[in-house]
């Protein structure tokens, strides 16, 4: 089911770059490697945390993205090669299985036309928050950031 949100993100994060079409090979594997020093993070959530840079047009080849975790306030002091990110919008979001992420960008951008919102310039990142489930595959939220509803 969709809906829209105001939400912050804060995050302890990796950047990295790399092409549109190779971002569900790339995303797991910064993930993994992100993770494998996350314990140095002292206010970790354990809540994993994917956010992008949306893709503009059909010319639009490379982008960046960061894979990270949330974190509960800014740390003064992160391990070498991460930094601190925050994102704060309207967001139109959807949860589910992550094994259905182009089901659920899919629904959600029908939804987003259906209901008349417009997104939010290329500056605002589209957020992912993924949810470890016990003996099944992990759920994911995710969140495009839209203009305000008040803007419609």
């Given at each position: 089911?969709?809906?829209?949100?105001?939400?912050?993100?804060?995050?302890?994060v990796m950047r990295n770059r790399g092409l549109f079409k190779d971002y569900a090979e790339l995303v797991?594997?910064?993930?993994?490697?992100?993770?494998?020093?996350?314990?140095h993070i002292f206010n970790r959530t354990g809540l994993e945390v994917s956010i992008y840079e949306?893709?503009?047009?059909?010319?639009?080849?490379?982008?960046?993205?960061?894979?990270?975790?949330?974190?509960?306030?800014?740390?003064?002091?992160?391990?070498?090669?991460?930094?601190?990110?925050?994102?704060?919008?309207?967001?139109?979001?959807?949860?589910?299985?992550?094994?259905?992420?182009?089901?659920?960008?899919?629904?959600?951008?029908?939804?987003?036309?259906?209901?008349?919102?417009?997104?939010?310039?290329?500056?605002?990142?589209?957020?992912?928050?993924?949810?470890?489930?016990?003996?099944?595959?992990?759920?994911?939220?995710?969140?495009?950031?839209?203009?305000?509803?008040?803007?419609?």
């Open positions: 089911m969709c809906k829209v949100v105001s939400k912050e993100f804060q995050a302890a797991p594997k910064a993930a993994q490697h992100f993770l494998q020093q996350a314990h949306p893709k503009i047009g059909e010319n639009h080849l490379e982008g960046t993205f960061f894979v990270g975790l949330l974190v509960n306030g800014k740390e003064e002091s992160l391990p070498e090669g991460m930094e601190y990110i925050r994102a704060e919008n309207s967001y139109a979001a959807i949860r589910g299985k992550v094994t259905e992420m182009e089901r659920l960008y899919s629904d959600l951008n029908q939804w987003i036309e259906e209901q008349g919102y417009q997104y939010e310039g290329p500056e605002h990142y589209i957020v992912e928050v993924y949810y470890p489930v016990e003996n099944d595959a992990e759920d994911v939220e995710v969140y495009i950031p839209i203009k305000n509803a008040a803007e419609k």
